[in-house]
């Protein structure tokens, strides 16, 4: 979801004459801190920040806290990292996005429901949480074995790459 509206803010910034430079951390803490110390070396218009592994706490923010209090305009994609304080944010309805995607199944009969989750992605975390909201709510059995957490990284037994609810059986 991040990367589409990164590809949709970009094209709009390429648009109204901006240059926009993209730097792919591949979710990973050191590659991040590379790249702000990079821009804290540099002044920029704005940044876009889409957090590596937004579900954990950063050792990156006291770089983004100080390109905050530099006053470099900051938009976080899908969640602002633990510690920074009335960060801007934009994100999709995740919480929303698993309670409707749960209610779909269970409106078309489906009774045991499950789902493959990336523990360290906010938005997945999100997802989960309205998915069994969803469940509960229409009074069905929760089955813990229907229920796959794995990192974005390294994730065991899955393999391809997937972020949201899938029902199991």
Known sequence: RGSSLLSDISSTLLKQGFKVEHHQTSNEFSKERSYLQLMLDDMYAG????????????????????????????????????????????????????YQTARS?????????????????????L???????????????????????????DPVGVSFQISGPVVLR
Request: glycine share 8%; hydrophobic share 40%.
């Open 47 to 98: 940044l876009i920040i889409e957090p590596a592994l937004s579900a954990l706490p950063s050792m990156n923010v006291d770089l983004m806290q100080q390109l905050l209090r530099r006053k470099t305009p900051v938009i976080f994609l899908e969640a602002t990292p633990i510690g920074i304080y009335n960060g801007k944010e934009i994100s999709s309805d995740s919480y929303n996005l698993g």
């Open 105 to 125: 199944f269970i409106n078309m009969g489906k009774k045991d429901l499950g789902g493959i989750f990336l523990l360290d992605n906010k938005s997945s975390v």
């Open 127 to 153: 997802t989960y949480s309205g998915f069994v909201d969803a469940i509960r709510d229409a009074g069905l059995a929760y089955h813990d074995n229907c229920f796959l957490w794995c990192n974005s990284k």
